[in-house]
């Protein structure tokens, strides 16, 4: 674990980065894991919300970011 929890603006999820290349995603009000986002391939340092709680940005220490969808449990974009 790299970057320790932070809540979606509705509270309903938890993040977390890590040095294992993964965003993980938590219940926010139970605290149950619910899904791993991978697609980086070094360690994430960063993640932010979209203020609707909707999206996360990643950054990683392979110089990228990217933009998961969190309902979809998929990533959208990435930027080189």
């Given amino acids: 674990l ?3 929890g932070l809540f979606s603006p509705d509270s309903y999820y938890l993040v977390s980065a890590s040095f294992d290349k993964s965003i993980k995603l938590w219940d926010g009000k139970t605290g149950k894991f619910i899904t791993s986002f991978r697609g980086h391939v070094a360690s994430v340092y960063q993640v932010a ?6 999206m996360l940005v990643s950054g990683s220490k392979d110089s990228t970011l990217k ?3 969190v309902e979809k449990r998929k990533m959208m974009f ?3």
């Fill in 2 to 4: 790299n970057y320790i």
């Fill in 49 to 54: 919300w979209s203020a609707d709680s909707r």
């Fill in 67 to 69: 933009v998961w969808d």
């Fill in 78 to 80: 990435g930027f080189f």
